[in-house]
């Protein structure tokens, strides 16, 4: 059993380091909420996101590349690192457009966010058993990118509104009996 999972085994204390570090900067980014609003807390980020960059390349050159499969202290730093510049760039960008719709498709993956990682990780596991992904030309990657993405996003508004189809309806506020004249 121990053989047949060898990355598995190995790479779970990095993988529960790097929930700990997500966690972490979770609670900190909740608990500590900026007195001067998105832009004092983007400056932070930043601040944050550099220090997570310098120490991904200072662990890669002390201990190797990152490595997915080791989830070694690079790889750590390093996604951890992607994570905080994304989340920058989307604070930056919310506060810039505090009005702005938000888009369906991300409203669906967001009310069904299990139901689309599971669709995601089986058509990911799928692709890498029709296709020999390492050598497959730039163009035919980019379409079957694209089929992935097509598959991913109608497959979340298609749970979605099974979702909503079951649900059951709440009276409208003039209906009998809700108390309004």
Request: with cysteine; net charge positive; charged share 10%.
């Amino acid at each position: 059993l121990l053989s047949s999972n060898k990355e598995g085994v190995c790479s779970l204390p990095g993988y529960v380091g790097l929930w700990l570090l997500g966690d972490g900067l979770g609670a900190f980014l909740h608990a500590s909420p900026s007195r001067h609003g998105a832009a004092s807390s983007c400056v932070r980020l930043a601040v944050l996101d550099v220090a997570l960059w310098l120490g991904a390349r200072a662990a890669a050159q002390l201990s190797g590349p990152p490595s997915r499969q080791l989830c070694n202290l690079s790889y750590a730093l390093w996604t951890s690192a992607q994570v905080v510049l994304l989340y920058c760039v989307l604070l930056g960008s919310s506060s810039a457009f505090p009005n702005r719709p938000v888009s369906p498709v991300l409203a669906a993956v967001n009310r069904r966010l299990l139901e689309v990682f599971l669709v995601a990780n089986v058509l990911t596991g799928a692709a890498n058993m029709l296709f020999r992904t390492a050598s497959v030309e730039p163009a035919s990657a980019c379409l079957a990118l694209a089929a992935y993405m097509c598959t991913v996003c109608i497959s979340a508004s298609w749970l979605s509104q099974a979702t909503a189809s079951h649900r059951p309806r709440s009276k409208p506020d003039n209906a009998v009996g809700s108390g309004h004249s």
